[in-house]
T-cell receptor, first 116, second 116 residues
Framework: AQKVTQAQTEISVVEKEDVTLDCVYE???????LFWYKQPPSGELVFLIR??????QNEISGRYSWNFQKSTSSFNFTITASQVVDSAVYFC?????????????FGQGTILTVHP | EAQVTQNPRYLITVTGKKLTVTCSQN?????MSWYRQDPGLGLRQIYY???????DKGDVPEGYKVSRKEKRNFPLILESPSPNQTSLYFC???????????????FGEGSRLTVL
């Protein structure tokens, strides 16, 4: 069985601070895919990134960056110079690459509050 | 406009009264899935469907049924709702290959269900 753990239930920062959201996963599959989604206060779910298990390159997109480390089964998400608009619930998720690749598992979510 | 439409958006019902939450997508997606979101538990997958007439259980299928008779529709059926099924429900869709190629899962706006 697969599992995704986001140990940080809530994080509170002041605008312009950097913040890292942790994600640790468990899976028996050698091929899998990891995702991050954002849920702003309005409630919709917004796709942020997808990463293959065989591609450990870090990724940067504007103020967002992702650090994928297979050795520690982690896929952490950093927001640089946070802004109030970054306030949201962030979910990490995993999907196996094998025969049950439709089975998507989310973490519990991290509530991020950015204060002005 | 590409979208996933869920109905109803809000529903209050009583224990044991069968209900159906509809989900429809207009993007010709093969993959569709249902999730429930509960505080502290994140999103948990209920059922998913890789294509017409192909459905499979997610992590929390008990008390729910689904069917996929047409590509665009994936209704969630609660035959005999109970209070522990009070939750926020999301439907989502993606190209089957697209889920792995881009990771983008298109979510509906959510259906808030209360079972008294």
């Amino acid at each position: 069985a697969q599992k995704v753990t986001q140990a940080q239930t809530e994080i509170s920062v002041v605008e312009k601070e950097d913040v890292t959201l942790d994600c640790v996963y468990e899976t028996r599959d050698t091929t899998y895919y990891l995702f991050w989604y954002k849920q702003p206060p309005s409630g919709e779910l917004v796709f942020l990134i997808r990463r293959n298990s065989f591609d450990e390159q870090n990724e940067i997109s504007g103020r967002y960056s992702w650090n994928f480390q297979k050795s520690t089964s982690s896929f952490n998400f950093t927001i640089t110079a946070s802004q109030v608009v970054d306030s949201a619930v962030y979910f990490c998720a995993l999907i196996p690459g094998g025969t049950s690749y439709g089975k998507l598992t989310f973490g519990q979510g991290t509530i991020l509050t950015v204060h002005p | 406009e590409a979208q996933v439409t869920q109905n109803p958006r809000y529903l209050i019902t009583v224990t044991g009264k069968k209900l159906t939450v509809t989900c429809s997508q207009n993007m010709n997606h093969e993959y569709m899935s249902w999730y429930r979101q509960d505080p502290g538990l994140g999103l948990r997958q209920i059922y998913y469907s890789m294509n017409v007439e192909v459905t499979d259980k997610g992590d929390v299928p008990e008390g729910y049924k689904v069917s996929r008779k047409e590509k665009r529709n994936f209704p969630l059926i609660l035959e005999s709702p109970s209070p522990n099924q009070t939750s926020l429900y999301f439907c989502a869709s993606s190209l089957s290959g697209g889920l792995l190629n881009t990771g983008e899962l298109f979510f509906g706006e959510g259906s808030r269900l209360t079972v008294l």
